[in-house]
Nanobody
């Protein structure tokens, strides 16, 4: 059974840091592009960052130089390190895994973790 479980969301002050975790089971992160998305109240879900075990990293302009995605393939966990947090980073953060195996596309989502940044 595939599961992605996010954790690490919290209430933090402006300028603070958090590290989100996405613990995966039922598949191996080695074969997938791992991404983080977020959804603020009243807004659409937006892409934040993506990475692969091979080292590829991509970030939305709004978080570049502040956030960092990493993947621990030994423990099947993806992380999102968030620094210099701003109130506009307040959102539910979702973990996403996307890959293709034997010609079949797979995509999985976690349930989300709340990040609130106070000013």
């Amino acid at each position: 059974q595939v599961q992605l479980v996010e954790s690490g969301g919290d209430l933090v002050q402006y300028g603070g840091s958090l590290r989100l975790s996405c613990t995966c089971s039922g598949f191996t992160v080695h074969n997938y592009v791992m991404s983080w998305y977020r959804q603020a109240p009243g807004k659409e879900r937006e892409w934040v960052a993506s990475g692969t075990v091979g080292g590829r990293r991509n970030y939305a302009d709004s978080v570049k130089d502040r956030f960092g995605i990493s993947i621990d393939h030994n423990n099947n966990i993806a992380y999102l390190q968030m620094n210099s947090l701003k109130p506009e980073d307040t959102a539910i953060y979702y973990c996403n895994a996307k890959g293709t195996l034997y010609g079949v596309a797979y995509e999985y989502w976690g349930q989300g973790t709340q990040v609130t940044v106070s000013s």
